[in-house]
């Protein structure tokens, strides 16, 4: 055994936490809700433990919203999230800028209809500069793309790069790698997440559908966080 001093539980807030919200489906079926239901109870959570997350300390959270394979789902189902988006982009980016958070969004913005990427960039516009958290929304968003686009732009730039300046033409530039990653609903996988930016998170798994995911949830993801020895690959 090591004789490290352990750390208060409560001591260590991650900087970065990304989330993915799974389970709103099933959170709806469980209640024989329609999916547009428990994507609408998704939304709600996200924006309440985003900034219960911010009181906390942390700087940043990262939540997917939609992955590029998402868009493989019926159009229904689509309609309905580009729906929240442009209901929350409308009604929430003012109430964010006023509590001082900044939005950014990354991810494909040709993959959605244009009325929803003129509201983004204006919520982007609007809430520049916040200074109590960054919300990161993916949407539209997959890992492997966002190394894909930032191969070819090195390339078009014709100059070999190091791994700090390959992160620098990612869509998460000037963004920290998270520290924390929650999945909730389940499933044990990254799903074409941040996975350039992960290469050193750690990983929070629990079956907790998202909608469910509250704030002692999350105060126990935090904990179990801080509970982590982080080595980067040394001893
Ligand atoms: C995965 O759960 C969730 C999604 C694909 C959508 C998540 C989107 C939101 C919570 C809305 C966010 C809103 C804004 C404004 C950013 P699932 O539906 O696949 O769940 P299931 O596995 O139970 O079917």
Known sequence: MKNRKKEEPSARIPEHIAIIMDGNGRWAKKRLLPRSAGHRAGMKNMIALAEYAFSRGVR????????????????????????????????????????????????????????????????????????????VLAIGYGGRQDIVFAVNEAVRRGKEVTAEEFSALLSTDGVPDPDLLIRTGKELRISNFLLWQSAYTEFYFTETLFPDFGEKELDRAIEAYSERERRFGKI
């Open 60 to 135: 940043y959270v990262t939540a997917f919203a939609l992955s590029t394979e998402n868009f493989l789902r019926p159009q229904e189902e689509l309609e309905g999230l580009f729906g929240l988006f442009r209901e929350y982009f409308k009604k929430n980016a003012a109430v964010m800028r006023e509590k001082g958070i900044a939005l950014k969004v990354i991810g494909n913005p040709c993959l959605l209809p244009e009325d929803v990427r003129r509201l983004i960039a204006e919520g982007e516009e609007d809430t520049k500069g916040g200074s109590e958290g960054t919300l």
